[in-house]
């Protein structure tokens, strides 16, 4: 936001007076963060914090306000990048128009996966290949693993891939999360369009490492 220009929770109903053509519903959430600092051990609550939910009219779409943030968030069926590109590009121009920021030092990509389990004791590695971001332990374990690997390169871009199943999924699930950020240089500020591009080429390169024959027939509409 523009330097001394204080952060006020008018600009939730200025935004959704905004959007609400394409967004109708608006919904308040307050949520409350975990804390892990893993040089000490200690954990901790993070300050709750407020947001504004929009809900669209005819999509399985969200946009999300909160304090310096606006999330998209694609609900299954996922439409495809295109679409998904277009819906972040506009939220950013509306959002815009009403918060007159100064520009962007963070912009993350999340696809969350959620992969059906033949069986309870079935190995991740029967749908996973292995590749840099997990390890063939984790791929050969029997339920209750979990994989986690953070990389950070040159050009401040991070991707955190998490492995795991679905805790209270009503069928037994694996779930790869794929967490794709780049946070610039120096605070600069960020150009949306190609820095989205950039993090979404990251996350299909990262995704297409776990791919399988099997896998690729889930997706293709095969039997499995």
Known sequence: MP????????????FF????????????????????????????????????RYTHASRNLLLQLSEGIITVNVLPKYAGWAQMQSDVVQAWTSAKEVLNPTGIVRVGIRYINFIPKASNDEAPGEWFAAN????KAAL?????FLSRVEV?????????VTLGEAAEAEAPMFVLDIDCIDEGADGEFL???????RLHDMAWEIFGGFMTPRMRLLLEGGAF
């Open 3 to 14: 330097e001394g220009l204080a952060w006020d929770t008018a600009v939730f109903g200025k």
């Open 17 to 52: 007076k905004h959007i609400q053509d394409d967004f109708p519903a608006l919904e308040p959430v307050t949520s409350a963060g975990l804390q892990v600092q893993l040089t000490s051990g200690r954990v901790g609550f993070l300050p709750p914090q407020s947001r504004m």
């Open 132 to 135: 840099d971001y997990v390890a």
């Open 140 to 144: 050969a374990s029997q339920s209750g």
């Open 152 to 160: 950070h390169n040159a050009s401040q871009r991070r991707a955190i």
């Open 191 to 197: 150009d949306l369009p190609p820095v989205l591009t």
